[in-house]
Every structure is written in C-alpha cells, then in structure tokens.
C-alpha cells in the first residue's frame, strides 16, 4: 500500500469513528437512520433529514426520547446535539409542521398534542 493511501484510509477511519447514528422515527411508524458528525448542531440533523427524505428542514418538529425526554426545538436549532442529550443510537421522533408560517396574516394554528406515552417518560 501507498504511504498517501494509507494515511488516507486512517483518515477515512478517524472520520467514522466521530460521527454517531441516530434511528429517526415518523408518525406513520416508518424508521430511517441519520449519521451526523459528533459535533453536529440540531440544525445539522434537520438538514440531514431534509436531504434524506425530501422533507423541507424548517417544518421538522423533532423529539428526542431519552431518559430526559424533550423537544429538539427551533430555539435549539444551533445547539450541538451531544449538548441536548443525543448519542450514538438515540431514538428521535419526527413530526411535521404542516403549516406555512410566512404568512403572518394567517389565522391557523397548530395543536401539538404528545401521544401517553411520551408523557408517562418524562
């Protein structure tokens, strides 16, 4: 082996070992799995799923089910997420926000209930 694709492969290896891989939950029970550097944000995770599932990152609603159950929220957005409880394996709940906020003159608003078993842990 060439020493370049040596180094390059320890490199290869190095980047693997810091990242971790989250199991991403949709309502409709549907699992998909998202692997985000360590030091990735909750932004970053959006933006991930948004890549994967063609699902725009803005209307994510994501809910982290843990020991400290809690809403990865748009107040979050720039928190990095080992800083909000997530680790390797974690289990995420994703909900969709169907509305369009932009129009600030709409009337609608969204009814966010959280399903038993979500309360029954926190």
Aim: proline residues 3%.
């Amino acid at each position: 082996m060439l020493p370049w694709t040596r180094r390059t492969a320890v490199n290869k290896q190095k980047a693997l070992a810091f990242t971790m891989r989250v199991v991403v939950e949709i309502l409709t029970g549907t699992l998909f799995y998202v692997q985000v550097g360590n030091d990735a944000t909750v932004a970053d995770l959006k933006k991930e799923i948004e890549v994967q599932q063609k699902l725009p990152q803005d209307r994510l609603i994501l809910f982290l089910s843990n020991k400290q159950s809690h809403l990865l929220n748009e107040e979050a957005d720039a928190a990095s997420l080992v800083d909000c409880g997530v680790e390797d394996g974690s289990h995420i709940y994703l909900f969709f926000d169907p509305l369009d906020h932009d129009d600030d003159e709409s009337t609608d608003h969204l009814v966010f209930t959280w399903p038993h078993s979500f309360l029954e842990q926190a």
